[in-house]
């Protein structure tokens, strides 16, 4: 695993500056997401004080971590479905259309969390992932991201 | 207004180490929400690395202002439809069941951000607030939170 590049990873140098994903940002969370098979997986530890009360993460977290997972494996998706190598010409960059996250049960602090996506449509422009987000083998919340490619303005 | 005393520091201490609002979380974002009539405001400037990339706000960041901006309004919309002061017992404090953000243009950075919420619905242990996150005042994001009553197994 940890020979392998993340989707991140493959990410042009302007476009990893991301609080949640960017490899360039020292203050940031730097999430790295992997295939595993058909879904996308990444793993992350949160800090002892990213809580929402002692003992349990705090939602804004869990909606960062869902959300660029989601963007992330957006733009692995599309490169797989045109058959090409992540890093090659044209580069994908997602952002974020719509965000949906469905809290199940209180996220315990102090594991590791896994985010699992799966790639719900491809359609044009726009991906749809569904994720979950488990805790000692609990699924906690549940996600649905409507990635869309990022447009020119952002870039300017 | 900043003699007003916001609506998160009407939490009792047990309940105010939310990264995303609470007072004694050293190392969050110390969101403070009051009303504006019927409308409860927060006014949030974030710092110059919370960026999806050069110039604009990441999308978990918008998320997480939309999530305790909303839970604060449903606990002091609770209040307020008892006819009751903040701070009085028996306390409210909310929790996240579902967040949803549209993401409509790219939120530049660098500026305070204002989100306003209205109350939806209040309907037994739930409230559903939908808010909107400004910008140089444009609309940047529009959100939609069903919070619910912290349940005990949290406060153990």
Chains 1, 2 share one sequence.
Request: with cysteine; aromatic share 8%.
């Amino acid at each position: 695993m940890t020979d392998q590049k993340s989707f991140q990873d493959y990410y042009p140098e302007v476009l990893s500056h991301c609080y949640g994903c960017g490899r360039a940002n020292e203050h940031g969370h730097r999430i790295k997401t992997f295939w595993e098979g058909e879904e996308s997986v990444t793993h992350f530890t949160p800090e002892p004080y990213h809580i929402a009360m002692p003992g349990f993460v705090y939602g804004g977290l869990i909606a960062s971590l869902i959300d660029c997972h989601s963007t992330g494996t957006a733009a692995a998706a599309m490169y797989r479905s045109e058959g090409r190598e992540m890093g090659t010409e044209p580069s994908y960059r997602f952002v974020t259309g719509s965000l949906h996250v469905n809290y199940l049960r209180p996220t315990p602090i102090g594991v590791p969390l896994e985010i699992r996506g799966e790639v719900k449509e491809i359609k044009g422009k726009k991906v749809v992932i569904t994720s979950s987000l488990s805790a000692n083998g609990e699924v906690c919340a549940t996600g649905e991201v409507v990635a869309v490619q990022m447009p020119d303005t952002m870039m300017s």
